[in-house]
């Protein structure tokens, strides 16, 4: 009938006096009175923009009476989504695809134009300045702008929070919420001295030329070497459980990658923000309601858990690069594409 809609559907319990965040004493004062039916959990029913989208950002309406959680994830991954969206009115399979896969960083947007009017004496600095204030924001794995932003970053943030978060305090807030570093940047104050405005730019440029400093010691003095997606920079390099504990031979056959990758913590794309990708999305898939057999998906790194199968990794590969297979529903289709048949058939307990 052309609806759309969206439903929380977690088991919530209700809670009577707390909310969940801390510890209770147990002494029966504050136990669990059921759960939220789930005709009470946020619900969406054809919105007026003709989609909804979530990217594990808080997505719990502001007048919502019940407390459903705390930690979520920033909301930049949800927001290029809802940006890409808007723009249009008809989509293809292939261009969901292009936004599963998308590497555009809101980030990267916010924070770069800091730098438009600044200056370093330092040759390298200078000129990673103009490519960053030039490039289009996308963490490609073939980038070198992307490369020079992420080190730029990940100094930036560090120095700005410990500007902001004494360091005795710094122990009680383990993440490092990319939105203090934009609130900070944007309203400069006496944390960067006498001038606020002039202390922020001299530490964006700092963090930038710390960020040189750490891609020449880590990639060496070639700027066409600083390819953001490599086995050095940012890559996936999947460890089997026992990796450590194996022969080289071994730990050869169990282990996937390392492969270069795109993206980052911080794009559609979730490829997380350290040089290995220890989080983001394996399964995907793109279900066209219309026909089940046109859905497409994407996963891994494949579908058995056995290093001489062939089906091991074959997966890894189209996954790490963005390629996708069919999903096929009806019998026919997924007869036709089998490649074995395993029948297991049960037999008598021996006596």
Not at 115 to 139: F, N, P, Q, V, Y
Not at 333 to 344: F, G, M, N, T
Request: aromatic share 10%; hydrophobic share 35%; net charge negative.
């Amino acid at each position: 009938e052309n609806n759309i809609g969206w439903q929380a559907a977690g088991i919530t319990p209700v809670r009577k006096n707390w909310h969940g965040l801390l510890p209770v004493p147990g002494d029966g004062r504050f136990e669990w009175e059921g759960f939220l039916p789930i005709q009470e959990l946020p619900c969406i029913l054809n919105p007026k923009e003709d989609f909804f989208a979530t990217a594990n950002q808080n997505n719990v309406p502001e007048d919502y009476p019940h407390p459903l959680g705390f930690m979520w994830s920033e909301p930049f991954r949800f927001e290029r989504i809802r940006e890409v969206l808007q723009a249009g009115n008809k989509f293809t399979l292939e261009d969901m695809a292009g936004l599963q896969q998308d590497a555009f960083s809101i980030p990267a947007r916010t924070l770069v134009p800091y730098l438009e009017g600044l200056h370093s004496s330092d040759t390298m600095t200078e000129k990673a300045i103009g490519m960053l204030l030039s490039w289009d924001c996308r963490m490609n794995e073939d980038s070198v702008e992307a490369a020079i932003y992420t080190a730029w970053f990940r100094r930036l943030r560090d120095n700005v929070w410990d500007l902001s978060v004494p360091e005795s305090d710094r122990a009680l807030l383990p993440r490092r919420p990319l939105k203090i570093l934009r609130d900070t940047l944007a309203h400069p104050d006496e944390k960067f001295g006498a001038d606020p405005e002039s202390g922020r730019d001299s530490l964006l440029i700092e963090s930038l030329e710390q960020g040189i400093r750490d891609l020449e010691e880590r990639l060496g003095k070639d700027v066409d070497g600083w390819l953001y997606g490599q086995e050095k920079f940012h890559h996936i390099l999947i460890r089997h459980a026992l990796s450590a504990a194996v022969s080289e031979e071994i730990r050869a056959r169990i282990d996937l990658g390392p492969t270069p990758r795109g993206g980052s913590g911080y794009t559609v794309n979730m490829t997380g923000s350290g040089y290995n990708q220890g989080s983001g999305a394996s399964f995907r898939i793109i279900a066209d309601c219309s026909n089940w057999d046109n859905s497409l998906g994407t996963n891994c790194p494949g579908q058995s858990g056995d290093p001489e199968s062939f089906h091991y990794r074959d997966l890894f590969e189209p996954w790490a690069k963005g390629r996708y297979f069919p999903v096929y529903f009806s019998r026919e289709k997924i007869e036709s594409a089998a490649r074995s048949v395993l029948i297991l058939n049960p037999t008598k307990k021996p006596e």
